[in-house]
């Protein structure tokens, strides 16, 4: 199977949920995939509270008590682009040393799933943005959207921008994350409007998980027609 790119329509969509159910998704059907975050914001380290790595780590039965440091390559202190955490720090994100990184992590495990920062126009370095990145792995992107107000725009925006670039075509699901759950109306005509107006069909929605630890069965179909499309 071919590498994943998990990017988001904005941040706090919901990217490191999805990279979770497609990291147990995948384990459960014989993958051996490996989880990347090749640039962490927000942390000192990559086992802080709050490092998107340390949640995947907790919550995959084959990652639990192993270092995940393992899976960034780049943590900044600050919740900024990552090119100004960076600065804050007198420090920059080397691009090259990212992508050839990227690809030595893991050895030949495959398929990698490599969670973005935000949306695709994030600064990541110096005349390099999170689309750069998802163009030099040659990984095809999946993109978590918001599944209420807001996602249509958000959505087909990310969608041509990839399409500008020649990228791979993605795959598209809708996260359910909030307190209360959207109304069903709403994300059925973002659903429409999304495929309309794109083409592309959206895989499905995740709604908000109370308990991450309990069995995620129930996306099975939602997953299986994002990471093998028909």
Same mark, same amino acid.
């Given at each position: 199977?071919?590498d994943?790119f998990?990017?988001g329509t ?10 979770l159910?497609?990291?147990r998704y995948?384990?459960a059907?014989g993958?051996?995939p490996v989880?990347?975050k090749?640039?962490q914001?927000?942390? =000192?380290?990559p086992d802080d509270?709050?490092s ?8 995959v039965d084959?990652?639990? *008590?192993?270092?995940?440091g =393992?899976?960034?390559i780049?943590?900044?202190r ?5 090119l ?5 720090? *007198?420090?920059?994100v080397d691009f090259?040393?990212?992508?050839e990184? /990227?690809?030595?992590r ?6 990698r799933?490599?969670e973005?920062a ?5 600064p990541?370095a110096e005349?390099r943005?999170m689309?750069?990145?998802v ?5 095809r992107?999946l993109?978590?959207?918001?599944a209420?107000l ?5 959505t087909?925006l990310?969608?041509?921008a990839?399409?500008s670039?020649?990228?791979? =075509? ?6 359910d994350?909030?307190e209360?759950?959207?109304?069903s109306r709403?994300?059925e005509e973002n659903?429409?409007? /999304?495929?309309?107006a794109s *083409?592309?069909?959206v895989?499905g929605?995740?709604?908000r998980?109370a308990d991450?630890?309990?069995p995620?069965g129930?996306l099975?179909p939602v ?7 028909d």
């Amino acid at each position: 199977m071919e590498d994943l790119f998990v990017l988001g329509t904005d941040t706090g969509v919901g990217k490191t949920v999805l990279s979770l159910c497609l990291m147990r998704y995948l384990t459960a059907r014989g993958y051996d995939p490996v989880y990347l975050k090749p640039v962490q914001t927000g942390c =000192a380290a990559p086992d802080d509270e709050g490092s998107d790595a340390r949640f995947i780590y907790a919550h995959v039965d084959s990652l639990k *008590g192993k270092e995940c440091g =393992a899976s960034v390559i780049y943590c900044f202190r600050e919740p900024k682009a990552p090119l100004f955490a960076a600065r804050s720090e *007198g420090r920059q994100v080397d691009f090259p040393f990212l992508v050839e990184e /990227i690809g030595r992590r893991g050895g030949n495990r495959r398929p990698r799933v490599i969670e973005g920062a935000g949306g695709v126009f994030v600064p990541l370095a110096e005349k390099r943005m999170m689309i750069d990145l998802v163009e030099k792995t040659r990984a095809r992107p999946l993109i978590a959207a918001r599944a209420g107000l807001g996602t249509i725009n958000h959505t087909l925006l990310t969608i041509e921008a990839l399409r500008s670039r020649q990228i791979a =075509a993605p795959g598209v699901v809708l996260i359910d994350s909030g307190e209360s759950s959207t109304p069903s109306r709403m994300i059925e005509e973002n659903i429409e409007a /999304i495929e309309q107006a794109s *083409g592309v069909r959206v895989s499905g929605v995740i709604p908000r998980i109370a308990d991450f630890d309990q069995p995620l069965g129930f996306l099975d179909p939602v997953l299986k027609d994002l990471v093998e499309p028909d």
